[in-house]
């Protein structure tokens, strides 16, 4: 069973930061596509941040230099490190895994349950 379990939101001032954190089990990420995705009420689902099959980080737009992705695959855990954040961040973020096609990652098949992130202006 595959389980994807995400830590680390919160409620934060903007400009402050905070670091979220995916364990992972039933899996070994090293062998996927692993991501970060968000969903504010009334908004769609995006992709915030991901790593590829080749192991290059992607960031979103609006989060570049704000937004750090990182994994550990010795311990099975994606990270993604939030500063200077914006009112605009507050959302539910989600970690996900899916395996990689003809090296592209653009599905998603295992999903967290999330954790929400509020940020203040």
């Known amino acids: 069973q595959v389980l994807l379990v995400e830590s680390g939101g919160g409620s934060v001032q903007a400009g402050g930061s905070l670091r979220l954190s995916c364990a992972a089990s039933?899996?070994?990420?090293?062998?996927?596509?692993m991501a970060w995705f968000r969903q504010a009420p009334g908004k769609e689902r995006e992709r915030v941040s991901f790593?590829?099959?080749?192991?290059?980080?992607t960031n979103l737009e609006s989060v570049k230099g704000r937004f750090t992705i990182s994994q550990d695959n010795s311990k099975n855990t994606l990270d993604l490190q939030m500063n200077s954040l914006k009112s605009d961040d507050t959302a539910m973020y989600y970690c996900?895994?899916?395996?990689?096609?003809?090296?592209?990652?653009?599905?998603?098949?295992?999903w967290g349950q999330g954790t929400q992130v509020t940020v203040s202006s």
């Open positions: 996900a895994a899916g395996r990689p096609l003809f090296g592209e990652c653009n599905d998603y098949d295992y």
């Open positions: 039933g899996l070994q990420i090293r062998n996927y596509c």
């Open positions: 790593i590829s099959s080749y192991g290059e980080p």
